[in-house]
């Protein structure tokens, strides 16, 4: 097994008021050409949006944009004619494809709007752009890791144009969990969102990121009351 181990704090960040981020890869203005991605991994940020501010309208292509909201309520207008709200709970993909111009916006004028933003390169390029959402029944995450996001349209969770499987779980203190990739090619980063767990001889705490690959499973040991998103993506495309 080959590891790599981001510490929350030595992320990058950015603060433009309305806007707190941390980037796990570069983003940006920041940049660090040892942290470009993880295999087809492109961005993990994790943001923070002021009461009533947020995105205007901007354009994306050919990227699978995946959107985890945590807290508060994030609306949600796209040049596709979709105008859906997330909360937390939720998951949205949107692919971007031949281009589509979206934008974001904290619903809540009186408290902030939590969520991750993050990119996965295509396996497919110039598609037709498409949206999505689903809503999750928290109890299919309560001690083991449910898919959240997967290659088949007709499997649990979201889809995307890439050969990745996202899942999501949340652990009571004291479990041994262990979990097999569904490509033994594939890489696995594990984003520890809240609590602690030891895995892969490293100890993870809140925000921390780990990525293993030439691996078939890894073991967690969850040392405190955990909730872990895990993302198993090709290591090239």
């Known amino acids: ?21 941390y980037h796990t890869f570069s983003f940006g203005n920041y ?10 991994l492109r961005v993990l940020n994790d943001d923070e949006v002021a009461p009533g501010m947020g995105f205007g309208t901007h354009p994306h292509q ?16 796209d040049s596709m004619g979709n105008k859906a709200l997330i909360k937390a709970g939720d998951i949205q993909v949107m692919s971007a ?3 589509v111009e979206h934008s974001e916006r904290n619903k809540n004028r009186d408290k902030k709007v939590k969520f991750l933003q993050i990119w996965v ?51 009571d203190p004291g479990l041994t969990i262990r979990k097999n990739l569904q490509d033994k090619t594939n890489g696995l980063y594990i984003f520890l969102l809240e609590g602690s767990c030891r895995v ?14 030439e691996t078939q499973s890894v073991e967690f040991e969850i040392q405190e009351e955990c909730k872990i ?5 090709p290591m090239s495309n």
């Open 1 to 21: 097994m080959k590891k790599i181990l981001h510490k929350a704090n030595t992320r990058g960040s950015a603060n433009h008021g309305w806007l707190s981020s």
């Open 62 to 77: 050919n990227m699978e944009i995946i959107s985890i909201p945590l807290e508060g309520e994030l609306e949600h207008k």
């Open 31 to 40: 940049y660090e050409s040892s942290r470009m991605n993880f295999g087809v």
């Open 200 to 213: 892969a001889g490293e100890t993870l705490n809140n925000r921390d990121g780990l990525g293993v690959w």
């Open 229 to 233: 998103l895990l993302m198993e993506v």
């Open 97 to 99: 494809g031949i281009g």
């Open 121 to 171: 390169l295509p396996n497919k390029v110039n598609v037709t752009p498409r949206y999505d959402q689903i809503t999750l029944d928290k109890a299919s995450f309560k001690n083991q890791f449910f898919q959240i996001v997967s290659p088949d349209p007709g499997d649990s969770g979201v889809w995307i144009h890439q050969d990745a499987w996202f899942h999501l779980g949340e652990f």
